[in-house]
């Protein structure tokens, strides 16, 4: 079935430094995939998403880039800032009854 | 606020107990979800419906648990004879849209219930 594996965190950066957030997908068929930012005391909120093979999402200074032939879709941001503070989901979805996500990744970004 | 809402949003009760949660989705929003997501996982898909009908559920979702979106606006997520294992926090989220593509899923803040 379908699933996704996320870079296990916490993650802790240093202000302006790159970040990087993995994440590879077992899919059927041709599925969506999204990043969802859930910041402290809110829901999860769409950041980023992309619909097919070589798309790239972006949001925000954030991207990820459909990837087909390694079945991922790393989440990157050259210059954290201490607002970018928050749980990241990786998901993805053949259709928007079967969205399956990750199991989150914490980042915490010191000034 | 025209956002989706959630009520309550912390429940405590007792294991036997039954609880109900209310959603309340973005209006023009025609898809609404059920999502449990427990501490260091991510939200796990409970079930869906789409207007009043409700279309499919995960095995996630014991007998024990039943929703309803009587009107195709709000709805409501019960537990009966909670058991320790339902704490979790239960997220709704709604989209518009019909068919298959894949379109951006609105959440609420959660309701999060704890058994005792």
């Known amino acids: 079935g379908n699933s996704v594996t996320q870079m296990e965190g916490p993650v802790t950066l240093s202000e302006e430094a790159f970040l990087t957030i993995n994440c590879t997908y077992t899919?059927?068929?041709?599925?969506?995939l999204f990043w969802y930012v859930q910041y402290p005391g809110e829901g999860l909120q769409l950041l980023l998403k992309?619909?097919?093979?070589?798309d790239k999402g972006s949001n925000k200074g954030f991207e990820a880039t459909y990837r087909k032939e390694t079945t991922s879709f790393h989440l990157e941001k050259g210059s954290v800032q201490v607002s970018d503070s928050a749980v990241y989901f990786c998901?993805?979805?053949?259709?928007?009854?079967?969205?399956?996500f990750g199991a989150g990744t914490r980042l915490t970004v010191k000034p | 606020d025209t956002g989706v809402s959630q009520d309550p949003r912390h429940k405590i009760t007792k294991r036997g107990q039954n609880v109900t949660f209310r959603c309340d989705p973005i209006?023009?929003?025609?898809?609404l979800y059920w999502y449990r997501q427990t501490l260091g996982q991510g939200p796990e898909f409970l079930t869906y419906?789409?207007?009043?009908?409700?279309?499919?559920k995960s095995r996630l979702l014991s007998d024990r648990f039943s929703a309803e979106r009587p009107k195709g606006s709000f709805s409501t997520l019960e537990i009966q004879r909670t058991e320790q294992g339902d704490s979790a926090m239960y997220l709704c989220?709604?989209?518009?849209?019909?068919?298959?593509?894949?379109?951006?899923?609105?959440f609420g803040e959660g309701s999060r219930l704890t058994v005792l």
């Open positions: 419906f789409q207007n009043e009908a409700q279309l499919e």
């Open positions: 989220a709604s989209s518009r849209g019909s068919g298959t593509e894949s379109g951006e899923l609105f």
């Open positions: 998901a993805l979805a053949n259709n928007n009854n079967d969205m399956r």
């Open positions: 992309a619909t097919k093979a070589d």
């Open positions: 209006s023009e929003h025609n898809r």
């Open positions: 899919a059927t068929g041709y599925p969506s």
